[in-house]
T-cell receptor, first 111, second 114 residues
Framework: AAGVIQSPRHLIKEKRETATLKCYPI?????VYWYQQGPGQDPQFLIS???????DKGSIPDRFSAQQFSDYHSELNMSSLELGDSALYFC??????????FGQGTRLTVV | AQSVTQPDIHITVSEGASLELRCNYS??????LFWYVQSPGQGLQLLLK??????LVQGIKGFEAEFKRSQSSFNLRKPSVHWSDAAEYFC????????????FGKGTHLIIQP
């Protein structure tokens, strides 16, 4: 069965650079969530989208933005990267109020 | 605000022994509860979920969890662990399956002794 696809799997950026992470939800899922998991930390909710509109916002820095496109894929844009942004970024998708399925994550390393 | 507490940071269990991982939640309405497992270098995998109905929920890999409203708990159990169960386990609470985003516990690191 198709799962949530995230790209890239690994990304290395320098401080103050910009990064874009992509998430392709399970087909027909209309909701996408982004989570950040720092080293040794529990996942923290960043932001979610339902039917291409932002549905909820968590602890997402102002330097980050995200959107959901007409094909329901989502992109997380991260600017002015800081060392502390190094983390595993998870995307999850769901169909309306059903449970979330997570992708494998994108490992971002800021050097 | 919703919150999840996993009181055990590390748990060590002998292979073949039974396992119980504790999870307590705080939520204003009927919670949607989840257990996820994260193996080293891997993403989160859903083990099981509770939305409503039978309070004893069966999941994958032989895991089960019991929802106890009176205790605000959703403990994860497995009768006999295998070495491959060594991983990080996260309990999470959400509303409507995740429409508002899940709140995760800090995780419990499970170590399996031979």
């Amino acid at each position: 069965a198709a799962g949530v696809i995230q790209s890239p799997r690994h990304l290395i950026k320098e401080k103050r650079e910009t990064a874009t992470l992509k998430c392709y939800p399970i087909p027909r899922h209309d909701t996408v969530y982004w989570y950040q998991q720092g080293p040794g930390q529990d996942p923290q909710f960043l932001i979610s989208f339902y039917e291409k509109m932002q549905s909820d916002k968590g602890s997402i820095p102002d330097r980050f933005s995200a959107q959901q496109f007409s094909d329901y894929h989502s992109e997380l844009n991260m600017s002015s990267l800081e060392l502390g942004d190094s983390a595993l970024y998870f995307c999850a998708s769901s169909l309306g109020g059903d449970r979330s399925f997570f992708g494998q994550g994108t490992r971002l390393t800021v050097v | 605000a919703q919150s999840v507490t996993q009181p055990d940071i590390h748990i060590t269990v002998s292979e073949g022994a039974s396992l119980e991982l504790r999870c307590n939640y705080s939520y204003g309405a009927t919670p949607y509860l989840f257990w996820y497992v994260q193996s080293p270098g891997q993403g989160l995998q859903l083990l099981l979920k509770y939305f409503s109905g039978d309070t004893l929920v069966q999941g994958i890999k032989g895991f089960e969890a019991e929802f106890k409203r009176s205790q605000s708990s959703f403990n994860l159990r497995k009768p006999s662990v295998h070495w491959s169960d060594a991983a990080e386990y996260f309990c999470a609470v959400g509303s409507g399956g995740g429409a508002d985003g899940l709140t995760f516990g800090k995780g419990t690191h499970l170590i399996i002794q031979p």
